[in-house]
C-alpha cells in the first residue's frame, strides 16, 4: 500500500518553516483590495480598543470630580467608542472570514484541477485517499487560518505594539518591569514552537495515511464483505486512526504545555508589576485612573502574548498543511503536453503506428511491460490483441491514450507523434470501453452522455439500443432518469458494462477500443453488443484486447502478445494452421476447457 512517505520522496526532507505559509501569496494576490480594506478596519478595530482604557481613566478619575456633566460626557465618549469598536470587529469579522472563504475554495479548485489532469502514473505514487484528505482537511486548516487566526494574530500585534509605547505613556517605571519579563516569554514560544511544527506535520501525515485506508477499503466493500475482512479491515483502520490520535495526543501536549509556561509567566509578571503599582498609588506617585488604565494595557498586551502563543501553533499547522498543498500544485506531471503542440490533421483517417516501443510501468522498473513493439494498424481496421495476463495487451491501449509515454520508441496517430499533441485534442478522436467501466453517481442518462456531453436525448437512447442496455435501462423505476448509485452500485456487472458501452457509441470517435468490452455480458447481450460492434467497425479503425477468442474471430488482424512482444500475426484461420501459442488458447477455450463454447 503507497503512503505518503513514498509518494514524494523528494519533499520529505525539507524543513517545515513558518514561512511556507508564503506558498498561499498567490492565492491572495488576486484580492488585494479585500486584503487592504480588511486591514483598515482591522487597525481601526486595534486603535479603538487602545483608546477605550483612556475612555475607562477619564471615567475613573471623575468619580471625584464635582463636575458631573465632564463626568457624564466621559460615559458618553466610552459608550461611543464601545459602539464603534463593536461594528468595526463585526465587519472585521466579515471581511476576514469572506476573503479566508474565498481563497481556500481557489485552493481547492487549483488542486483539483491539477490532479484531474495528472496521468495514471502520477497516482501509483500516492493513494487517493490522501489527495482527497489535503484536498479538505488541510484546506480546512488554512480555512481557520486565513479566516481567523491571521486577522486575530495582526489585531494582537497591533495591540501589543500600541500596548507597550501607551503603557510607557502611563508609567515608563512599570513598563520596565513588564518588559524584563519578554524574554522570558518568547523562549518557551521558540524552543516549543520549532517542536510543535514537526509534530503538526507529522499529525497531519497520519490523518492522511487514515483517510487513504479508509477510502480504499470503503471502495471495495463488496470484496471486503465477500471475504469476510471486516475485522481485519476495522483493526487496520483503527490503527491507522489510533496512530493518527497519538500524534495528534503528542502535539496538543506540546501546545498545552506551551501555553500554559506563557499564560503562567505573563500573569505572573502582571500581577508582580501591578504589586509594585498599588504601592505607587498609596504613595501618591500615581492616580487611581492611570493604575486602571496601566492594568487594563498590561492585561491586554497580556492577552495578546498569550493569543500569539496560541496562533503561533495554528500557524505552524498551517504552514505544514500549505506545504502539503503545495506539493500537489507543484508536482510534476511526467507526461505534459507540448509548449507548441502540433494540431492532428483533419479528418483524423484513425492510422495507428508503434515505432519499436518499450515500456515499463514507473512502479514496477524492473519488469518491462512491453519491448520492441512496432505494429501499424490501417484506418478502418479491425486488430485484436490476444494472449496470456500480462503480456502486454492493455498497456498498449495505455500508451495509445498516452497515460504514460514509451521509454523507447515512438506512438503515432495519423502520421503524428503523440507527444507532439495536446493530449485532448487526439484524445476526442478516441472512445474507450475499458475492461472496469467508471460509472458516475448519477443518472444513467447522464452516465451515457459522459461520452459526448453535448448529445440529445434521442442519440443517448440510440446509443443505449445499439449496446443493448435500452430494455434494462426502461425497466429502471425513472428509465433513462433513474439514479444508479456511487460507483453504479444499482446496477449489474453486465448493465455497468453495457452502459460504458452505449457511452463510447455515443462517442463516435474514428478510433474504438475495446478492452474486455464484452467480459461481463451474458451470451445473448454479447450477441447484440457484438452486432453493434461490428457496425462501428466499419468505418473506424478498432482495436480489441480479448482473453475470449470467440469475440475476436472476424477481426481483420489478430496480434499474439506474449511476454510484452508480438509473436504471432494473422487472421483466426491462419493462426490456427500455425500451431502456435493462439491455437494452443483456442483449443484450450473452444474445445479442452470450462469456457468451451
Known amino acids: 500500500m503507497a503512503t505518503e512517505t513514498t509518494a514524494f520522496p523528494e519533499t520529505r526532507e525539507k524543513t517545515r518553516r513558518i514561512s511556507a505559509i508564503s506558498g498561499l501569496a498567490p ?142 505613556w502611563t508609567s515608563a517605571k512599570l513598563t520596565g518591569l513588564v518588559l524584563l519579563i519578554v524574554p522570558v516569554v518568547v523562549v518557551p514560544i521558540i524552543v516549543l514552537g520549532r517542536r510543535l511544527r514537526g509534530q503538526s506535520r507529522i499529525s497531519q501525515d497520519t490523518v492522511a495515511e487514515s483517510s487513504g485506508i479508509a477510502s480504499e477499503a470503503l471502495l471495495a466493500i463488496p470484496t471486503v464483505q465477500a471475504f469476510t475482512h471486516e475485522a481485519l479491515t476495522r483493526a487496520g483502520f483503527a490503527a491507522a486512526t489510533e496512530a493518527a490520535f497519538g500524534a495528534a495526543k503528542i502535539r496538543i501536549k506540546t501546545r498545552a504545555l506551551m501555553t500554559v509556561i506563557v499564560i503562567f509567566l505573563v500573569f505572573s509578571g502582571v500581577v508582580g508589576v501591578l504589586w509594585v503599582g498599588a504601592r505607587d498609588v498609596r504613595a501618591g506617585g500615581m492616580s487611581t485612573g492611570a493604575l486602571v488604565q496601566f492594568v487594563i494595557y498590561a492585561v491586554m ?4 502574548v498569550a493569543a500569539l502563543s496560541e496562533i503561533w501553533g495554528e500557524l505552524q499547522r498551517a504552514a505544514g498543511a500549505t506545504e502539503r498543498l503545495i506539493e500537489l500544485l507543484t508536482a510534476r506531471n511526467r507526461v505534459r503536453d507540448p509548449d507548441a503542440p502540433q494540431a492532428l490533421p483533419a479528418p483524423v483517417r484513425g492510422e495507428i503506428r508503434f515505432e519499436d516501443v ?102 443517448v437512447e440510440a446509443a443505449a439500443r445499439a449496446a443493448a442496455a435500452h430494455d434494462f435501462l426502461s425497466a429502471l423505476p425513472d428509465g433513462y432518469d433513474s439514479q444508479v448509485g456511487e460507483r453504479g452500485v444499482m446496477l449489474s456487472g453486465g448493465q455497468k458494462q453495457r452502459i460504458a458501452i452505449a457511452r463510447a457509441i455515443l462517442r463516435d470517435a474514428p478510433v474504438l477500443l475495446l478492452d474486455e468490452a464484452t467480459s461481463a455480458l451474458d451470451a445473448e447481450s454479447e450477441r447484440a453488443v457484438q452486432g453493434a460492434f461490428d457496425r462501428m467497425s466499419k468505418d473506424r479503425t478498432t482495436l480489441i484486447v480479448a482473453h475470449r477468442l470467440a469475440t475476436v474471430r472476424k477481426a481483420d488482424r489478430i496480434l499474439v502478445f506474449d511476454g510484452g512482444a508480438i509473436v504471432a500475426e ?28
Open 570 to 597: 494473422g487472421t483466426h484461420e491462419e493462426l490456427i494452421a500455425q500451431a502456435g501459442l493462439y491455437a494452443r488458447l483456442a483449443r484450450l477455450q473452444f474445445t479442452d476447457g470450462p469456457g468451451a463454447e
Open 358 to 459: 518499450t515500456f515499463h510501468y514507473p512502479s514496477r522498473a524492473r519488469d518491462v511491460a512491453i519491448r520492441g513493439v512496432s505494429l501499424t494498424v490501417h484506418p478502418g481496421e479491425t486488430v485484436a490483441l490476444v494472449g496470456p495476463s500480462g503480456a502486454g495487451k492493455s498497456t498498449i491501449l495505455h500508451l495509445l491514450l498516452r497515460f504514460y509515454d514509451p521509454v523507447e520508441g515512438r506512438v503515432l496517430l495519423d502520421g503524428v507523434d503523440l507527444k507532439a499533441m495536446a493530449r485532448q485534442d487526439f484524445r476526442r478522436a478516441i472512445a474507450l470501453v475499458p475492461q472496469e467501466p467508471a460509472i458516475f453517481a448519477t443518472t444513467a442518462r447522464e452516465n451515457i452522455r459522459f461520452g459526448r456531453p453535448d448529445a440529445p436525448d434521442a442519440g
Open 27 to 168: 492565492f491572495i494576490t488576486p484580492y488585494r483590495g479585500q486584503v487592504l480594506l480588511t486591514l483598515m478596519v482591522l487597525v481601526l478595530t486595534a486603535c479603538l480598543s487602545l483608546v477605550l482604557p483612556l475612555a475607562v481613566r477619564r471615567v475613573v478619575d471623575g468619580f471625584g470630580a464635582e463636575n458631573t456633566a465632564l463626568l457624564d460626557q466621559y460615559f458618553a465618549a466610552a459608550l461611543v467608542i464601545a459602539a464603534l469598536l463593536a461594528a468595526g470587529t463585526g465587519l472585521r469579522y466579515y471581511l476576514v472570514t469572506r476573503l479566508g472563504e474565498r481563497v481556500v475554495a481557489d485552493i481547492r479548485k487549483a488542486v483539483f484541477d491539477r490532479m484531474i489532469g495528472q496521468s495514471p502514473e502520477f497516482y501509483e505514487r500516492i493513494m487517493t485517499g490522501e489527495v482527497l484528505s489535503r484536498l479538505t482537511t488541510d484546506t480546512t486548516l488554512i480555512l481557520s487560518v486565513i479566516g481567523s487566526s491571521v486577522s486575530v494574530a495582526l489585531r494582537n500585534l497591533l495591540i501589543l505594539a500600541g500596548g507597550i509605547l501607551l503603557l510607557l
Open 301 to 304: 498586551v497580556a492577552g495578546s
